[in-house]
T-cell receptor, first 113, second 112 residues
Framework: DAGVTQSPTHLIKTRGQQVTLRCSPISGHKSVSWYQQVLGQGPQFIFQYYEKEERGRGNFPDRFSARQFPNYSSELNVNALLLGDSALYLC????????????FGPGTRLTVL | QKEVEQNSGPLSVPEGAIASLNCTYSDRGSQSFFWYRQYSGKSPELIMFIYSNGDKEDGRFTAQLNKASQYVSLLIRDSQPSDSATYLCAVPSGGGADGLTFGKGTHLIIQP
């Protein structure tokens, strides 16, 4: 079975630009969470979506937004990019609500110049 | 806000020995605990999870919970060079969401 997939693998943007990252969960999984991981740190929780609704949000500014589609795939959008947004963005899927066993995709490496 | 603390290491262990990794958590109400392994340049991989009702063994890995002292341990028996990685401890973030709060991770080096 295919695991969590993310696209693109790498991305280079300049300050002020906008970026969209994509994620497809494991087949049968209905929940998608997004994390940001900077070098030397553990992943930080950004959003969780379940059944197309936002179910949780971490301590990130409104420049970050996300959505989930009827097929449970998800997009993360970041507006007005800052240098500090450079990080590995990870998508994790889980079966459903109340199930914390999260499985990560390979991530998207975002570099902001 | 929930916090998870880990010693960043590096923790150096000879091949074949037992590697012991610890993490402490701030919320006494945490009910589940997760260990992820992350190789350099890769994404985290779930290797073990336990609930507050007991310890768990899976192959060479054992997760143990000490609720009184609010720490959870991961033991790796017969350590192999392929176990060299960063090990991340996580607890549910709470607040109605299923997101996880991670520690910074412990860098483990298995010396051949």
């Amino acid at each position: 079975d295919a695991g969590v997939t993310q696209s693109p693998t790498h991305l280079i943007k300049t300050r002020g630009q906008q970026v969209t990252l994509r994620c497809s969960p494991i087949s049968g999984h209905k929940s998608v969470s997004w994390y940001q991981q900077v070098l030397g740190q553990g992943p930080q929780f950004i959003f969780q979506y379940y059944e197309k609704e936002e179910r949780g949000r971490g301590n990130f500014p409104d420049r970050f937004s996300a959505r989930q589609f009827p097929n449970y795939s998800s997009e993360l959008n970041v507006n007005a990019l800052l240098l500090g947004d450079s990080a590995l963005y990870l998508c994790a899927s889980s079966l459903g609500w109340g199930n914390n066993e999260q499985f990560f995709g390979p991530g998207t490496r975002l570099t902001v110049l | 806000q929930k916090e998870v603390e880990q010693n960043s290491g590096p923790l150096s262990v000879p091949e074949g020995a037992i590697a012991s990794l610890n993490c402490t958590y701030s919320d006494r109400g945490s009910q589940s605990f997760f260990w992820y392994r992350q190789y350099s340049g890769k994404s985290p991989e779930l290797i073990m999870f336990i609930y507050s009702n007991g310890d768990k063994e899976d192959g060479r890995f054992t997760a143990q919970l000490n609720k009184a002292s609010q720490y959870v341990s991961l033991l790796i028996r017969d350590s192999q060079p392929s176990d060299s990685a960063t090990y991340l401890c996580a607890v549910p973030s709470g607040g109605g969401a299923d997101g996880l709060t991670f520690g910074k991770g412990t860098h483990l080096i298995i010396q051949p």
